[in-house]
């Protein structure tokens, strides 16, 4: 995907973005109540398949939608889709950051605070949040600028075939189902060992699947 700017963009209405494309280099200005920013020039010649290696986008899942993205006033990355616009600046009361979300007329819809942007998949945005090893998974309708679906997760977050893969804490009370735990996960502390199932989220339908297939985790 190639995202091209209007060139010598007129202001637009407060909340949103004017921007110009000047011999390959992009300059942005972001005027939001009564707060304008000065313009700032800044490099535009990221492609997608460049976002794993960089610092400043190493949470976003492979196989979610392809953007492209700018480093803006070097404290936030701006990601740019086809249909919509991703702000994210770290936030200074805390360890997440804060997400504005825009249309692809650079309109406000949302906001998200304290949380890491993940991707979108599916006119859907993927949200993690917490600090700990147990995290906290949201996955929001962009369109209605609302949570669909949320839940706790360990590990790693994969989508397969467009779905989400993810692990989350379980209580098992019958022993049948309960998976043999690995000698070496044992040997940490047996009062640290707790159980995993497997869920597939389903963006198309909206749906999960527990599939019923557990595991041993060490949980700080």
């Known amino acids: 995907?190639?995202?091209?700017?209007?060139?010598?963009?007129?202001?637009?209405?407060?909340?949103?973005?004017?921007?110009?494309?000047?011999?390959?280099?992009?300059i942005i200005e972001?005027?939001?109540?009564?707060?304008?920013?000065?313009?700032?020039?800044?490099?535009?010649?990221?492609?997608?398949?460049?976002?794993?290696?960089?610092?400043?986008?190493?949470?976003?899942?492979?196989?979610s939608d392809p953007c492209q993205y700018i480093n803006y006033r070097n404290d936030s990355v701006i990601y740019i889709y086809?249909?919509?616009?991703?702000?994210?600046?770290?936030m200074q009361s805390s360890n997440g950051n804060l997400i504005k979300v825009y249309d692809k007329k650079s309109q406000l819809l949302f906001r998200v605070i304290d949380g890491f942007f993940m991707g979108i998949k599916d006119?859907?945005?993927?949200?993690?949040?917490?600090?700990?090893?147990?995290?906290?998974?949201?996955?929001?309708?962009?369109?209605?600028?609302?949570?669909?679906?949320?839940n706790s997760y360990v590990n790693e977050l994969k989508l397969i075939n467009g779905n989400l893969h993810y692990s989350t804490k379980?209580?098992?009370?019958?022993?049948?189902?309960?998976?043999e735990c690995p000698k070496e996960l044992l040997e940490l502390g047996e009062e640290s060992?707790?159980?995993i199932e497997k869920h597939i989220y389903d963006f198309k339908k909206r749906s999960l699947n527990k599939t019923g297939q557990y595991s041993c985790q060490y949980f700080e």
Request: one cysteine or more.
């Open 82 to 90: 086809k249909d919509y616009k991703i702000r994210s600046k770290p």
């Open 170 to 179: 379980v209580e098992l009370d019958e022993e049948s189902k309960k998976p």
């Open 1 to 26: 995907m190639e995202y091209k700017f209007r060139s010598h963009a007129k202001f637009t209405k407060q909340g949103k973005w004017s921007d110009y494309d000047l011999d390959g280099q992009v």
């Open 193 to 195: 060992i707790g159980y």
């Open 123 to 150: 006119k859907c945005m993927i949200i993690d949040e917490g600090t700990g090893s147990l995290r906290d998974l949201k996955i929001y309708d962009i369109k209605k600028s609302e949570i669909v679906f949320e």
């Open 30 to 63: 972001e005027h939001y109540e009564d707060h304008k920013l000065r313009l700032t020039k800044i490099q535009y010649d990221t492609k997608y398949e460049d976002l794993l290696t960089s610092k400043n986008t190493s949470t976003l899942i492979i196989g």
